[in-house]
């Protein structure tokens, strides 16, 4: 078995309007005495489901529901308060809230990324959590101001077919995929929110002009498009591309579902490059939230180690709370660190990115 080495809504307002209509799926995970959890939730709660509560918190998640719903499935047992989720994108989520505003239902945001935090934030819509809760993570990856913290995180890398390109074919820099050797082999997912994020620190490192260009400089070289990171990574295993820019957790994720007949691998750019620097998922508190002590319980959870243990250990994820380490198969992080990106200036950046993004014509490959 092969191990794993180290379409966004084509405008916000289309975004915005798809956001108001989507899905709204309450959980009523709440627990009793005699009620105990089974298959994944089990592994993270191993007790009986205390006594329901009328506490409650309402939650807008931007992570997966088969990622997320353990995670708040044994909360809601451990805890006794009852969950509400709206799932949906982050990029969605966090227009909504914008449009919410103080009118909103939701007392917590879980992003995939912070650019849509830092968008709410630039707009006064998030509370300052605890410093209790912010000290569970080492203060880069937690916001200055306390706004937000992180609960996992995701390396960006290059995922390759191995049947295609051999180790020395790879690029050691991001800069190097927009040479003539890289015509049409590279897939981007444009309009997935961590590509979004990436391009907005990327601008953020090395100025508008030059992330302009070498995204321009993509779509000339015939940058091939994918709506996200898995698809990316099915088609390097398939051998229907021959490498693309992914979150490094799918390929470890499609490793253990397919197992020898995924074709592919991860390939970490140069300690240092932007194109594998780490991003972070991020919980909040909206400013309006009128459940802010289980707003906060809720986060804490996250942040505990069993939680954790199961960002790592199942999903491949890097867990970010202190005392817990990353799972065995996932390589040391060397590349560009989260401590050295101010996060808090995203939000600013984020409406740009995506003009950029629509305007490069990538949308049309």
């Not at 509400?84 to 449009?99: I, P, Y």
């Not at 906060?296 to 005392?323: K, R």
């Not at 660190?337 to 984020?350: E, Q, V």
Request: with cysteine; hydrophobic share 40%.
């Amino acid at each position: 078995m092969l191990l794993p080495v180290a379409k966004r809504s084509p405008s916000p307002s289309l975004v915005l309007a798809l956001s108001l209509v989507s899905a709204l799926i309450i959980g009523a995970c709440s627990g009793n005495a005699d009620r105990t959890l089974d298959g994944t939730a089990a592994a993270i709660y191993t007790g009986p489901c205390v006594d329901e509560s009328d506490r409650s918190v309402t939650i807008y998640s931007g992570r997966t529901e088969n990622l997320i719903e353990p995670v708040l499935d044994a909360f809601a047992c451990e805890t006794g308060i009852s969950v509400q989720v709206r799932w949906g994108s982050s990029t969605d989520l966090g227009l909504t809230l914008v449009e919410e505003g103080d009118r909103t239902p939701a007392d917590v945001f879980l992003s995939r990324s912070p650019g849509p935090v830092g968008l709410l934030d630039a707009r006064g819509l998030l509370a300052e959590i605890d410093q209790s809760v912010l000290d569970l993570v080492a203060p880069e990856n937690r916001s200055s101001v306390g706004s937000w913290v992180g609960f996992s995180g995701r390396q960006r890398v290059l995922v390759y077919n191995v049947d295609d390109t051999a180790p020395g074919q790879l690029p050691s820099s991001i800069f190097d995929l927009t040479d003539e050797r890289y015509r049409g082999q590279v897939a981007i997912p444009a309009t997935n929110g961590s590509f979004v994020d990436w391009f907005t620190v990327f601008r953020d490192q090395f100025g508008s002009d030059v992330a302009t260009q070498w995204l321009n400089d993509m779509v000339a070289n015939d940058a091939q498009v994918y709506s996200n990171n898995r698809a990316i990574v099915e088609a390097a295993g398939r051998g229907e591309i021959q490498m693309g820019l992914v979150n490094h957790y799918y390929n470890y994720q499609e490793v253990i579902a397919v197992g020898d007949s995924h074709r592919a691998l991860n390939h970490g750019f140069t300690d240092g490059d932007i194109g594998s620097v780490l991003i972070i998922t991020a919980a909040t508190i909206t400013a309006s939230s009128d459940n802010v002590e289980e707003a906060e319980e809720l986060i804490s959870y996250l942040l505990s180690a069993p939680v954790q243990n199961y960002f790592t250990q199942e999903t491949f994820e890097y867990p970010l709370a202190g005392g817990v380490e990353p799972a065995d198969v996932l390589p040391p992080l060397g590349a560009l660190k989260i401590g050295s990106i101010d996060f808090d200036k995203l939000g600013g950046g984020f409406e740009e990115t995506i003009a950029i993004i629509e305007a490069s014509g990538i949308l049309s490959q």
